[in-house]
């Protein structure tokens, strides 16, 4: 759905979310883009909703601002419904790589658990750097269907549909797909002690 103006609903709301956090915390967008190595007007063009964030963006953003991207997905801060619809979850699309990402558990909870649903193309290829700021967070990361290949740190791990590999978010981390079918998963991230 598009608005008027041209600007995609979800991608006004990212904007949005992105200024009210970085104001929320004091920061500047000189201040944001320092610690998130986005550049200025980048960020700029992201909170007007003139641009859309890849997920690697996303992700030095959100790191930034010490967010996981389903705490950013999660606009309401009010306490949530404990049942989360699948029509009322937030999804969003990597505008470079074609992921997509479904924000499946119900946001603003007590929860230390996310759960996070994927399709990711053939071919597509995102590298997380480590995530220093997440000391104690982990994820799980299983595989539905298709192939999905997961590098941390020098070790490679081809995942087979069924298989499910655990890692430290701390550590750096890239998600390949080197099959010709999508690869659907899930990722299941504990936040860690409270």
């Given amino acids: 759905m598009i608005m008027e103006n041209g600007i995609d609903p979800l991608e006004s709301a990212i904007g949005e979310r992105v ?3 970085r104001t929320a915390r004091g920061l500047t967008l000189d201040d944001l883009a320092g610690a998130s190595g986005v550049s200025r007007a980048m960020i700029s063009r992201i909170e007007r909703g003139e641009a859309s964030p890849t997920a690697q963006l996303l992700a030095r953003l959100c790191a930034a601002l010490d967010l996981t991207l389903s705490a950013f997905f999660a606009f309401s801060g009010e306490a949530g419904d404990p049942l989360s619809r699948r029509e009322d979850q ?5 505008p470079e790589t074609g992921y997509q990402r ?3 558990s119900a946001p603003n909870t007590a929860s230390r658990v996310e759960v996070i649903e994927v399709t990711f193309p053939p071919g597509a290829r995102i590298a997380y750097p480590p995530e220093t700021a997440r000391a104690g967070m982990t994820q799980h990361v299983w595989l539905f269907s298709g192939r999905l290949r997961m590098t941390l740190r020098e070790t490679v791990h081809d995942l087979r549909p069924g298989d499910c590999l655990y890692m430290s978010i701390t550590e750096g981390h890239v998600f390949d797909n ?3 079918a999508p690869a659907h998963y899930a990722v299941v991230l504990d936040r860690g002690r409270p």
């Fill in 90 to 94: 937030v999804v969003w699309r990597d």
């Fill in 178 to 180: 080197p099959g010709d």
């Fill in 19 to 21: 200024r009210l956090l």
């Fill in 102 to 104: 479904r924000a499946v």
